[in-house]
């Protein structure tokens, strides 16, 4: 088997389906991501970088390491995911960036509630679910695809270095 060329191709569809998937979901079924929704796409997108790179890469070393760095950021995708299940169960508060939580204290002046409406802020809380599959949530499938796909790069990687 070509593994060298098989599981960085693997990687990359995987990266570009999954980020398909997730502009599908926000661009045709108008669900609406929150900034914990968005970090979960960089790691994809960074993976399929270095698969791209694994692809072009001129020898088994460089492409074995290229699909460990893309393993390290599906592990990456995992812990973001992880941490949006989290505050979708309400085991912890969201970051500060994930709209205005309901804690947060009311601005006392003008200049801190214009500092408010100017800030970017995305209009869907974080701790919101939108869409689920059998009561599961998006982000918990992510941290499941996310650590299977971390899996199975680090296991391609060590069969492109047991490559002759």
Known sequence: MDWPRLVPFAILAASVGALITAYTAELAFGIEPCILCLYQRIPYAVAGTLAVAALLAPGPRPKAWAVIGAGMAFLAGAEIAFYHVGVEQHWWRSIASCGV????PEPETVEALRRLLTEARPVKACDEVDW???G????????????ALAVGSFWGAEKIRRQP
């Open 101 to 104: 939580a309901a804690g947060d």
């Open 132 to 134: 689920t599959l059998f």
């Open 136 to 147: 599961v949530s998006m982000a918990t499938y992510n941290v499941a695809a996310s650590l």
